[in-house]
């Protein structure tokens, strides 16, 4: 079947089918119907790349700049052409979907998956979310546009209610879905977990009906969050088209069919959300991708390769370059020291993790580039669980270690092996888990490696799991963590504590290590946990050198003293920004502060290389020379860093929020946890760089800020309004002496006059990007729609509303610019709108 007609096709589905239609089949399936030949729809994660349908013993995929980084190459073509790459690595997996991008809003530092959003501005998330959608569905793949809405923080995230004004819902909040929404009409939008005013998002008429489809006039699918579904009813009635993921939570199938016969849902709500199933069902089949097809790691290219390099190299911001200490040359001494140098820092935690194609670190990027590997020091260790032991372990001979999947229990007579298996990890997520010789979640890992010292030394070994598990050295048991758990942490599903314990061994010293593991159902705590209780569980066994980082510091100072010039890599990781939590702070974790001082005793000429998803505190700034920002900037992150480092890429990235001098600073402060299930967004509208420059409070980096190693002119500004468009047309030359590429960034400035709602001093609402020879002069237009350039959200008349008045125009390389460019135009008539 290449297609079919929707409407004849739900009037032939039986009830008990299209109830087996609102929810997903497994943990990435919809239902297949096979009676009408209706095939099963494949959705695959999402916002850092394309993991086809495993989380665990998933197919290596590209893995993509986090949506930080997207947003600061201010560069929508190129967002546009990484959607059709997207795309393209969705048809390697086998997806008809893809559950991407994400456009909330990065209210403040402390985000969680702060790094998975574009920006805290709100246009600017909606033209980069429109630009990857668009580039996405042009290659006949869906798009998902997430969390709709207001899903800006982790802490409580399944009961959080958000409390909002009407205008900071719709001005900051639901702007980027609406642009969105208007620019690119995405296939579905995933709705969020948390609640909105008292009501979860799920179920919620207001948001999935009346603005959504009615106001918008949008008509796609719409989708839960995984266990995001909080009712039967609510959810169908309010618009809620399928529940993810299956066997399904709420809308179970006796359960459904039973509300239906009752009469407590109506028949025509079915067919409502049934035949948006369909619709979507219709387009995966107009891809030409069947059915359960098969997954591969094809698109591992040259061409995949550079794409992702050139989008890393353009997002990287340089923050600072005192005396021109940057670009490096291949002559100058260097050491490379700092956490974040040899381990790659791709992405961030929780369901953006991917299983790369290959990772390049910044000590690779820059030994690649100069021929030869600088002296190194790790010179303090960032792990929150020290180092995967499965990455350091063999099994005769073979990297990895060897898993062996049983039905029963060991100990049990004539165990029932399901499947054998060579693995490089042990940091195993298993929650969807599972195999065609299984009938449950229950099944038993019995787990075999070795691990061989370089050196004398002593070794902690942690091991903590959602199930339970023992683990022997050498036949003697050497960790129990099934006879007596306690509860720990997880920032997906739950954990035990686990425990850790010291080994001793001498340099060559091996030993024998096996692991006998049972699955979630084991778990001898209770948790409510919904990801924790519905699958195979988890298993993490770290190991880790007991050295301190006093030590480790000390090593790094002495390198220091060698080198003419120190490039310091610090930052975060996926295990201090990741879905599940918030960070507690905006501190460079663990002992980085201490590195960093220490380092600046015995030498100055620093280059500070800082990889992380959002700001991160600098107390440092003014005793060091450069700041480089290099965000989770995915496979290629390593190289184009390297290419920025020495000048063979231009900086050319700019800020997509706003760097706070300290987390007090910033508007979400007081308000970014929950309050007894409730969190009040105090800031208002007021966000990011509309609250520092109404207040007068200088960040430590502007919205929009970012240096190059040349310099541009501005001149010739021409304001207009030409067919319902703000029309800005102005000169742009490099007069420097190196090619570089400028954000023209356009800022509207509403009427003094205004007196009836207090606005920001002015609002982002477009940018080109413009790459110049030296000397190169050019013209270059941005246009905007004057409904989007200036209109403010009227509560009172529930509408958008443009004032009549004379509005200014500010047009700079940053936010703050202090040589922007300066104009004005006028609204002669008031307008009230709604829609798009």
């Known amino acids: ?33 096979d009676r009408l030949n209706i095939p099963s729809v494949r959705l695959s994660d999402g916002p850092n790349g394309v993991r086809g349908t495993k989380f665990f013993r998933s197919v290596p995929s590209a893995c993509f700049s986090s949506g930080t980084a997207l947003a600061a190459t201010f560069n929508m073509p190129l967002l546009e052409q990484l959607g059709k790459l997207m795309a393209e690595e969705a048809r390697h997996k086998g997806a008809h979907v893809i559950l991407g991008p994400t456009c909330n809003i990065a209210r403040g530092p402390l985000g969680g998956r702060g790094f998975e959003s574009f920006s805290e501005d709100p246009y600017l998330s909606g033209i980069a979310a429109a630009a990857i959608i668009k580039g996405i569905e042009s290659q006949g793949i869906g798009a998902t546009l997430k969390h709709f809405v207001c899903n800006d923080l982790e802490d409580e995230r399944n009961s959080i209610d958000v409390i909002l004004s009407d205008r900071a819902l719709r001005e900051i909040y639901l702007l980027p879905f609406q642009i969105a929404i208007k620019e690119a009409n995405p296939k579905c939008v995933m709705s969020s977990y948390n609640k909105v005013m008292g009501e979860h998002v799920s179920q919620s008429k207001k948001l999935l009906t009346d603005i959504l489809r009615k106001e918008w ?75 359960n097809a ?41 050491a490379v020291i700092g956490p974040n140098a040899r381990i790659p820092r791709m992405y961030g935690g929780g369901s953006a993790s991917v299983n790369c194609y290959y990772g390049i670190s910044v000590y690779d990027g820059i030994s690649n580039k100069i021929g030869s590997q600088p002296p190194y020091s790790m010179g303090c260790d960032i792990a929150r669980n020290m180092f995967d ?65 370089d050196k004398d ?61 049972g699955s979630a159902p084991t778990f001898t705590l209770e948790t409510l946990d919904l990801v924790a209780s519905n699958g195979g569980g988890s298993l993490t066994v770290a190991i880790g050198e007991k050295i301190t980082d006093q030590n480790r510091i000390n090593d790094a100072v002495e390198l220091a003293k060698t080198a003419d010039k120190v490039i310091l890599c610090v930052g975060t990781s996926s295990d201090w920004e990741s879905e599940g939590f918030d960070r507690p702070h905006m501190d460079l974790p663990k002992s980085q502060g ?71 600073d910033n508007p979400s402060f007081l308000n970014f946890k929950s309050d ?7 800031e208002d509208v007021f966000v990011g760089y509309r609250y520092y420059e109404k207040v007068c409070r200088e960040p430590l980096f502007a919205f929009g800020y970012g240096l190059s190693y040349t310099a541009f002119n501005f001149d010739g500004l021409d304001v207009k309004v030409a067919a319902d468009n703000l029309v800005c047309t102005l000169n742009i030359k490099n007069i420097g002496k190196l090619r570089g590429a400028e954000v023209v960034q356009l800022y509207v400035i509403p009427p003094l006059t205004t007196t009836t709602v207090s606005r920001p001093l002015k609002e982002f609402k477009g940018c080109q990007k413009v790459f110049l020879e030296p000397g190169q002069k050019i013209t270059t237009t941005i246009s905007v729609p004057i409904k989007y350039a200036c209109s403010y959200f ?43």
């Open 457 to 517: 030394m002593s070794y902690d070994i942690h091991l903590s799991c959602l199930g339970t598990a023992l683990l022997y050295i050498n036949g003697e048991l050497f960790i129990d963590d099934k006879t007596n758990q306690k509860m720990g942490f997880a920032a997906i599903g739950a954990s035990s504590l686990g425990d850790t314990k010291t080994i001793h061994m001498k340099k060559d010293e091996r030993i024998e290590f096996k692991i006998e593991f």
């Open 294 to 334: 098969p997954e591969d790691s094809e698109n591992n290219t040259p061409e995949t390769s550079a794409l992702l390099r050139k989008a890393a190299s353009e997002a990287i911001v340089l923050l600072k370059n005192e005396s021109s200490i940057l670009p490096l040359k291949p002559s100058d001494e260097i």
């Open 794 to 836: 009227d509560v009172e008349r529930q509408k958008w509303s443009i004032e009549s008045g004379e509005y200014g125009v500010f047009i700079g390389n940053s936010s703050d610019a202090m040589d922007a460019l300066i104009g004005k135009f006028v609204i002669q008539k008031p307008l009230l709108w709604s829609g798009l």
């Open 594 to 664: 201490i590195l960093i001082e220490e380092i600046l005793k015995v030498n100055k000429n620093i280059i500070l290389v800082n990889l992380s998803g959002t700001p991160v505190t600098l107390p440092w700034i003014d005793e060091i020379p450069a700041v480089v920002h290099g965000w989770f900037n995915g496979m290629e992150s390593g190289n184009a860093m390297a290419d920025v480092l020495y000048g063979d890429v231009n900086a050319s990235g700019k800020l997509s929020l706003s760097w706070p001098k300290r987390c007090e």
């Open 389 to 453: 032991l499965g990455k350091l372990a063999s099994y005769k001979g073979e990297p990895g270690v060897r898993i062996k999947v049983y039905k029963e229990a060991p100990g049990t007579p004539d165990r029932s092996l399901i499947e054998e298996f060579r693995y490089d990890s042990l940091q195993l997520l298993l929650f969807d888990y599972n195999h065609e010789k299984l009938d449950s979640s229950l099944f038993y890992f019995d787990i075999e490696g070795e691990f061989t010292s």
């Open 676 to 682: 007894k299930g409730k969190v009040v967004y105090g």
């Open 217 to 291: 006039g949008w008509d796609g699918l719409t989708m839960s969050d995984w266990f995001g579904v909080y009712s039967i009813k609510s959810s169908l009635d309010a618009g809620l088209d399928l529940e993810c993921p299956g066997y399904p939570l709420m809308r179970k199938h006796d359960a459904l069919i039973h509300a239906i016969s009752s009469r407590e849902i109506n028949m025509d709500v079915i067919d409502i959300r049934v035949r948006n199933i369909l619709k979507l069902v219709q387009h995966a089949l107009k891809s030409s991708i069947p059915q």
């Open 1 to 33: 079947m290449s297609t079919f007609d929707v409407d004849d096709i739900l009037s032939q589905l039986h009830v008990k089918e299209k109830v087996q239609l609102l929810s997903l089949k497994d943990f990435w399936h919809t239902a297949n119907i």
